[in-house]
């Protein structure tokens, strides 16, 4: 029997840390095979600067939690232009600032904001055909994905990336290294769905890949993963086994 999934229903789940390559790769994908996207980590950025805006003490985890049924989030899902607004404000801009990125990850540890926000996504996924990019999608919010895939590059790498998207020459890429490992060790170690490889998960490591590498090789991937997958694959070469769990 077939088991494949067709393309127009198919969820592709895309975790991992920060700097990997999530959003450029998934939007890309998105784009390149007419789904839709959805970036979870602007959720929670604009979760945060909704308690940062209204004052609530974001260290406070009762507080948060209090609070985290209150604002009105709505994700535009076009890979071509995404939105996030808050109570009706666009936050796109203000949720990539300093602020929300020191905040967000002890925001995203409370249980009640992710449930919340975990059903909202789930409700956005509806029916499929989207690539969703977070740290829980392939673990939590969508674990019978078709295609689940956990990006990866080392951490200097990841660095290097983030320092790249400086505006400002001066950045320091081990200020950018040490934040970056600062989120990822508190986005690995929290109680409530910690980043991690799901089991069935597909380990993709881009240290050595640009990006239109990774993009290329996502698309073999759900080229095996849905029915008429040869049309999808067109173009696109056979994943690479050395990158593959
Ligand atoms: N394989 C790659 N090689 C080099 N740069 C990359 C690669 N993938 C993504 N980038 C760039 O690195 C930066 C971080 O990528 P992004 O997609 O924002 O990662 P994430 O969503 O995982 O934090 C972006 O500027 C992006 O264009
Ligand atoms: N599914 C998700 C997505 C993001 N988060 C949290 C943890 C991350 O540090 C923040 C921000 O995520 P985002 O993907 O915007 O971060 P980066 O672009 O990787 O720097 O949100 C999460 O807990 N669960």
Same mark, same amino acid.
């Given at each position: 029997?077939?088991?494949?999934?067709?393309?127009?229903?198919?969820?592709?789940?895309?975790?991992?840390?920060?700097?990997?390559?999530?959003?450029?790769?998934?939007?890309?994908?998105?784009?390149?095979?007419?789904?839709?996207?959805?970036?979870?980590?602007?959720?929670?950025?604009?979760?945060?600067?909704?308690?940062?805006?209204?004052?609530?003490?974001?260290?406070?985890?009762?507080?948060?939690?209090?609070?985290?049924?209150?604002?009105?989030?709505?994700?535009?899902?076009?890979?071509?232009?995404?939105?996030?607004?808050?109570?009706?404000?666009?936050?796109?801009?203000?949720?990539?600032?300093?602020?929300?990125?020191?905040?967000?990850?002890?925001?995203?540890?409370?249980?009640?904001?992710?449930?919340r926000l975990v059903a909202m996504q789930r409700a956005v996924i509806g029916s499929g055909g989207i690539v969703v990019e977070g740290r829980d999608i392939g673990t939590v919010v969508a674990p019978d994905?078709?295609?689940?895939?956990?990006?990866?590059?080392?951490?200097?790498?990841?660095? =290097? @990336? %983030?320092? +790249?998207?400086?505006?400002?020459? #001066? *950045?320091?890429?081990?200020?950018?290294? /040490? !934040?970056? =490992? @600062? %989120?990822? +060790?508190?986005?690995?170690?929290? #109680? *409530?769905?910690?980043?991690?490889?799901? /089991? !069935?998960?597909?380990?993709?490591?881009?240290?050595?890949?640009?990006r239109d590498q990774v993009v290329e090789h996502l698309l073999g991937l759900v080229a095996r993963a849905v029915d008429g997958g040869s049309a999808v694959a067109a173009g696109a070469p056979e994943p690479?086994?050395?990158?593959?769990?």
């Open positions: 029997m077939d088991t494949r999934t067709p393309l127009a229903t198919i969820v592709v789940a895309v975790d991992g840390p920060s700097g990997s390559g999530k959003s450029s790769v998934s939007r890309e994908v998105a784009r390149r095979l007419g789904l839709r996207y959805l970036d979870t980590g602007a959720m929670y950025r604009a979760m945060t600067w909704w308690m940062l805006h209204n004052g609530v003490e974001v260290t406070d985890a009762v507080a948060v939690a209090a609070a985290a049924d209150k604002p009105e989030l709505v994700s535009g899902t076009d890979p071509s232009g995404p939105t996030i607004t808050v109570d009706g404000i666009d936050v796109a801009g203000p949720i990539r600032g300093p602020e929300v990125t020191g905040s967000v990850s002890a925001v995203s540890a409370v249980p009640e904001v992710r449930t994905a078709a295609l689940k895939v956990y990006l990866t590059a080392s951490e200097a790498a990841r660095a =290097a @990336r %983030r320092n +790249a998207e400086s505006d400002d020459p #001066a *950045t320091d890429v081990n200020a950018t290294q /040490a !934040d970056l =490992a @600062r %989120r990822d +060790a508190l986005d690995s170690g929290r #109680a *409530t769905a910690p980043l991690t490889l799901a /089991a !069935d998960g597909l380990l993709v490591d881009t240290t050595e890949m640009d690479a086994g050395e990158a593959l769990r």
